[in-house]
């Protein structure tokens, strides 16, 4: 597609329940980025994936979060046990051979 | 782990001033970049830069990065009303993830 897409674009949930939020990246782009926004503040890095290797999870805050990426494109953010802190903007990037970062519009994620 | 430090955290300023944003890093690294975030929106690449002392211009931004490879700053010459948002520097190492600054909300009264 000609960007990249996320859904949904706003998620409410009740806290406890599960969430997933799906990233649709560029074609072709083999390095896909997770954030997390709070209102107001910088961007959390959350995990990393990069073609065929070892995803980098080293942003994760805590085993309540994973990430899949199938196929090299789609990937899904699965936070389970929401949590009220767990509330931001989810936001996905993706970039290609010269590391510039597309991000999407972003999932706005309140627990209730 | 690498840190990357932005500052100020907030600045005002009068249509027509001058607005610089300073980022600095713990660690050396291999490139830096520089995105703009406007409220309500997601970050947008401005550029990359690469090389020990590069400098850059993209029509009134200037945009700069250390010799050591530590640091960069964003200077905007005359604000204008369009360059209100968030600028966030982000560096690289090689083939991790970048890392992002805390980013510098810029205001600007017309």
């Known amino acids: 597609g000609a960007g990249v897409s996320q859904s949904p674009s706003n998620k409410v949930t009740e806290k406890g329940k599960d969430v997933e939020l799906r990233c649709d990246p560029i074609s072709g782009h083999t390095a896909l980025y997770w954030y997390r926004q709070s209102l107001g503040q910088g961007l959390e890095f959350l995990i990393y994936f990069q073609g065929n290797s070892a995803p980098d999870k080293s942003g994760l805050p805590s085993d309540r979060f994973s990430a899949e990426r199938t196929g090299g494109s789609v990937s899904t953010l699965t936070i389970q046990r929401t949590q009220q802190e767990d509330s931001a903007v989810y936001l996905c990037?993706?970039?290609?051979?010269?590391?510039?970062?597309?991000f999407g519009p972003g999932t706005r994620l309140t627990v209730l | 782990g690498q840190q990357v430090m932005q500052i100020p955290q907030y600045q005002h300023v009068q249509e027509g001033e001058d607005f610089t944003t300073y980022c600095n890093s713990s660690t050396t690294l291999s490139n830096i970049q520089w995105y703009k975030q406007r409220p309500g929106g997601h970050p947008v690449f401005l550029i990359q830069l690469v090389k020990s002392g590069e400098v850059k211009k993209q029509k009134r931004l200037t945009f700069q990065f250390g010799e050591a490879k530590k640091n960069s700053s964003l200077h905007i010459t005359a604000t204008q009303t369009t360059d209100v948002g968030t600028y966030f520097c982000?560096?690289?190492?090689?083939?991790?993830?970048?890392?992002f600054g805390s980013g510098t909300r810029l205001q600007v009264q017309p």
């Open positions: 990037a993706c970039s290609g051979a010269n590391n510039e970062q597309f």
């Open positions: 982000a560096g690289g190492t090689g083939r991790r993830a970048l890392t």
